[in-house]
Structure formats: C-alpha cells, structure tokens
C-alpha cells in the first residue's frame, strides 16, 4: 500500500502580511509562491521540499484586546512560542551562527546558539514579526538528514493551484 498523505503547509496568523514576507525571505530564505486576496494569505517555501508556509492576514480575534493602535507594537492573542516552535534545519553551524547574530542585532534572539542535549542538534531560537518562535538548527535528531538539494522547483508552483476554474493569485 503506497502511502497517500503527507504535509503540505502550515498556515498561521501574522499581524502585518509585507513585514512578514520580507522577515522570512531575509531569516530563512523563503520565497513567495502565491498570493490570495480574499482572504488575505500568501504562501512561501523553501525550493527543497514542496511543504509550504501560509501568512494568514490576523482577523481580529487573534489580536491581543489590548493592543496598541499600531501593528508594530500590537501582539497575537496565541502566538506559537516556547516549545511550539516552528522549526527549520540549516545546512551548517556557521548558518545557524549567522542568522542567530542578526536575530540578536534586531533584538529578537530569544535562545541560543548552542549545542542541545534533547533534542540534540546545534540550535537558535528567535521571533519572528508577530512572535511565532523560530528555531534554527543543524544536525538535530528528527529521524534524517535534512537534503539541502532541491526536490522541487518553486516557479512551477506559482500561480498553478486552481480554486475552482480561477487560478490562486
């Protein structure tokens, strides 16, 4: 029996859409794979794998009540922080090194880098944006070796899912 489901995203709730595009292109090298307008989403992925994160535009309920008027200093009701990470696996410790000194340059460095005993690995942890915790790391224990050769191509991708008879823009 071939096996019939696997990822394919993680969408999750950001308080400003462009700010959060440009942080996950300049941390993570993520590119933009498509945009929706209704609702206000956009896609990103890596050109590795095919799994790829969706910006949701927050609605108002994710937004903390008692937030300031402005988008830079508002704050999601449930961000994912501490153990909840969203995780991503660097090619090399001098890459996880890297990004962690410009996650500190901007403030937002929330752990590391060092070396961790469970779950292993050389690791960073770091907010994005709306603060999502970021973990970056290398050579940590989750079951394989991370393939740094692309088994996919992102510009296939672009605008090529159809909603019905229109293409996803």
């Not at 942080?23 to 609702?39: S, T």
């Not at 510009?155 to 090529?160: F, G, H, K, V, W």
Request: charged share 25%.
């Amino acid at each position: 029996m071939s096996k019939k489901v696997s990822f394919s995203h993680l969408a999750i709730p950001v308080l400003d859409i462009e700010r959060s595009i440009a942080f996950y292109e300049k941390y993570l090298e993520m590119k933009v794979i498509r945009r929706r307008a209704n609702p206000t989403n956009v896609w990103l992925g890596d050109g590795i794998r095919p799994f790829q994160l969706v910006l949701l535009e927050a609605d108002p309920g994710d937004i903390d009540d008692e937030r300031p008027s402005d988008y830079h200093n508002a704050k999601l009701t449930n961000p994912i922080v501490a153990s909840t990470h969203i995780g991503f696996t660097c090619s090399s410790c001098t890459q996880v090194q890297r990004i962690a000194h410009m996650a500190k340059e901007e403030g937002i460095l929330e752990h590391g880098p060092l070396e961790e005993r469970w779950p292993g690995g050389f690791c960073a942890y770091f907010s994005d944006p709306s603060g999502h915790s970021i973990e970056v790391s290398y050579n940590q224990e989750a079951g394989y070796n991370a393939l740094f050769d692309p088994i996919c191509e992102l510009e296939p991708l672009l605008n090529s899912y159809k909603d019905g008879d229109e293409l996803w823009e």
